[in-house]
Nanobody, 126 residues
Framework: QAQLVESGGGLVQPGGSLRLSCVAS????????IGWFREAPGKEREGISC????????NYADSVKGRFRISKDNAKKTVYLQMNNLKPEDTGVYYC???????????????????WGQGTLVTVGS
């Protein structure tokens, strides 16, 4: 069974850092594009970042560009999201997503994507 499991969320003060992990199992993740979406209270879900399956090219939403970095370790079937200089508006549930279509063509709110994790909560505040 195809599965994505996120971890690494938690409570952090503004300006702090967290690293989220997403472990894939039950499918050939090397052939999938992997990305992160977040859902904040009262806001529409938004795509944050993605990494391509072939060259590992990366893409970021303007809201996180320069602060977040996505990377992957194919041997561990794991994708990471390093989040630095966190702001209160980064608070939300972060979902790892996998799909075989190019991630630059993904729907902005993640409709029709193939595999979703259960989400991990990130809270930025004091």
């Amino acid at each position: 069974q195809a599965q994505l499991v996120e971890s690494g969320g938690g409570l952090v003060q503004p300006g702090g850092s967290l690293r989220l992990s997403c472990v894939a199992s039950g499918f050939s993740s090397d052939y999938y594009e992997i990305g992160w979406f977040r859902e904040a209270p009262g806001k529409e879900r938004e795509g944050i970042s993605c990494i391509t399956s072939d060259e590992g090219s990366t893409n970021y939403a303007d809201s996180v560009k320069g602060r977040f970095r996505i990377s992957k370790d194919n041997a561990k079937k794991t994708v990471y999201l390093q989040m630095n200089n966190l702001k209160p508006e980064d608070t939300g549930v972060y979902y790892c997503v996998a799909d075989r279509h190019p991630c630059l063509s993904w729907d902005p709110i993640g409709r029709h994507l193939e595999i979703w994790g259960q989400g991990t909560l990130v809270t930025v505040g004091s």
